[in-house]
């Protein structure tokens, strides 16, 4: 069986798809999967064991056969009569990469099927392709964080870095269970930035100091000056008008609570939001999350790095 991480974006998030740095990390509390269960049927199928069991075929439109065709035109192989079946526990279209992961884990196990050893940068050119089909233009970060599997500071188009983190980190995930493309929330990010009576380069570029200003916080183990670096990093995405009502309500509860800082994470306007936290104020953080309409909050660790 192949499994991958859902992904959240620390700090960066549209400022990245222009040029900006962005980081990001793995979440390994929520995964998708994905086996090979038949080798006997009439045709090709994806079992989406999360979509109602919904079967999909070659007779469809769904972007996940593009992942088939390329992984298959990588493996130089036909189409197989076989079944894999796909769970997930990541929510979808709230930011966290769950179309990325789906993707991934899809290419692994066709790998596997065939024997057919593909090196994880393969697999994250095949799963960006994959990402063009849902949003015209992404940046990368998330298929390159969920593929590597590792905290990332990433750059369009630039060789992948990784990231120091002195100190373990405590994050809470907020979900406001509003689902959300990316796509409609990239494009109108795209309109806002050719349209040069706005400000919006300036806040893009804003955003890639915030993330740099991280990367020196991370290294440095410095949670209070991380949380001012993603309530900065919101305020910011909220001008972007990227931020939603729930999502300002969330990070405002977080803080309220006693959090070191929060944000939106992702594509925005609706999703998750973020919350950095220590041991004492987390689990208020956690019920103040819930009290003001999350559906669900999950905790992760950024662990620290040797
Ligand atoms: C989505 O997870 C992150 C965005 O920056 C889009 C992208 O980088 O492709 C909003």
Redesign the pocket.
């Known amino acids: 069986m192949s499994s991958a991480s859902a992904k959240i974006?620390l700090f960066g998030?549209?400022a990245?798809?222009y040029g900006q740095p962005?980081i990001a990390v793995p979440v390994s509390a929520l995964k998708a999967y994905a086996k090979v269960v038949s080798t006997d049927v009439e045709q090709f199928q994806i079992i989406a064991r999360d979509l109602n069991d919904k079967i999909i075929t070659f007779d469809e439109h769904e972007p996940l056969l593009r992942v088939v065709h390329l992984t298959l035109e990588h493996l130089g192989k036909t189409i197989p009569d076989i079944a894999i079946e796909v769970r997930s526990d990541i929510p979808i279209a709230s930011?966290l990469?769950s179309g990325a992961a789906i993707s991934t884990v899809i290419v692994r196990a066709l790998a596997d099927y065939f024997d057919f050893f593909l090196s994880d940068e393969i697999v994250n050119q095949i799963v960006f392709e994959s990402e063009k089909l849902h949003?015209g233009?992404?940046?990368?970060?998330?298929n390159t964080v969920i593929v590597y599997e590792k905290a990332v500071y990433f750059v369009r188009e630039q060789a992948i870095e990784s990231i120091k983190i002195a100190t373990p980190l405590k994050l809470l995930i907020g979900n406001t269970g509003r689902t959300a493309l990316?796509k409609h929330?990239?494009g109108d990010v795209a309109r806002l930035y050719k349209d040069k009576s706005t400000n919006t380069k300036q806040i893009v570029n804003q955003i890639g100091i915030i993330s740099e200003k991280a990367r020196v916080a991370l290294e440095n183990g410095d949670a209070e000056l991380l949380g001012k670096l993603m309530n900065h990093n919101h305020r910011l995405l909220r001008d972007l008008t990227v931020s939603s009502d729930e999502l300002d309500t969330l990070v405002k509860v977080a803080t309220d609570a006693g959090a070191y800082g929060a944000k939106l994470s992702?594509?925005g306007r609706g999703g998750n939001m973020i919350a950095l936290v220590s041991d004492e104020a987390q689990s208020i953080v956690e019920q103040a999350l819930l009290d003001a309409g999350a559906v669900s909050v999950v905790s992760t660790i950024l662990e620290a790095t040797d």
């Open positions: 974006i998030e549209h990245v798809v962005a930011g990469g949003h233009t992404p940046s990368g970060i998330d990316t929330a990239v992702g594509g």
